[in-house]
T-cell receptor
Framework: NAGVTQTPKFRVLKTGQSMTLLCAQD?????MYWYRQDPGMGLRLIHY???????AKGEVPDGYNVSRLKKQNFLLGLESAAPSQTSVYFC?????????????FGPGTRLTVT | DQQVKQNSPSLSVQEGRISILNCDYT??????FLWYKKYPAEGPTFLIS?????DKNEDGRFTVFLNKSAKHLSLHIVPSQPGDSAVYFC?????????FGKGTRLHILP
């Protein structure tokens, strides 16, 4: 039982390049989330999904797209990377929308855009 | 506008003493509050939660207190241990989302 895994762990992009971050969970969770963590900013929600085939915007969605084609996977895409997207990205999953709302996090992807 | 505020960026506590981490919130519609712990280069891990209808929840060395009238919650760790050195995030839930504070870095001193 691997929990939540994220691929890749590290990546360096040049401005304007594109990439996709993959999140996978093996806990049969309905809900999945993408966050970014910046120094002094805590965790900010980018996009989330409440089930296969659904997505919704979070607090900071601009510049990102997501897809949830399979229940166990949640993909985060950057179409044209910008230096402001340099951050650590965390994926999380939870069983559903009911309390206690506990989310299980992956180990993170450190992305640098030069 | 920050809905969940952790006003202390860092806190140092002697090993064996009590650590108290504080959190304030502005949205009275939050129905659950959570604390997460994060070590460097790892994802956050869930620590303890409390429903908005309760004022205290205890789990081993960790106790969370909620004061709804003051829109304030605190996490008490007793006794503090070296492994408790980490960043602690306060979080609050509403609808399908959790909103996190900026975190407090706790240093446990030998």
């Amino acid at each position: 039982n691997a929990g939540v895994t994220q691929t890749p762990k590290f990546r360096v992009l040049k401005t304007g390049q594109s990439m996709t971050l993959l999140c996978a969970q093996d806990m049969n969770h309905e809900y999945m989330y993408w966050y970014r963590q910046d120094p002094g900013m805590g965790l900010r929600l980018i996009h989330y999904s409440v089930g296969e085939g659904t997505t919704a915007k979070g607090e900071v969605p601009d510049g990102y797209n997501v897809s949830r084609l399979k229940k166990q996977n949640f993909l985060l895409g950057l179409e044209s990377a910008a230096p402001s997207q340099t951050s650590v990205y965390f994926c999380a999953s939870s069983p559903g929308g009911g309390p206690p709302y506990e989310q299980y996090f992956g180990p993170g992807t450190r992305l640098t855009v030069t | 506008d920050q809905q969940v505020k952790q006003n202390s960026p860092s806190l140092s506590v002697q090993e064996g003493r009590i650590s108290i981490l504080n959190c304030d919130y502005t949205n009275s519609m939050f129905d659950y509050f959570l604390w997460y712990k994060k070590y460097p280069a790892e994802g956050p891990t869930f620590l303890i939660s409390i429903s908005s209808i309760k004022d205290k929840n205890e789990d081993g060395r960790f106790t969370v207190f909620l004061n709804k009238s003051a829109k304030h919650l605190s996490l008490h760790i007793v006794p503090s241990q070296p492994g408790d050195s980490a960043v602690y995030f306060c979080a609050a839930s509403a609808d399908d989302k959790i909103i996190f504070g900026k975190g407090t870095r706790l240093h446990i001193l030998p």
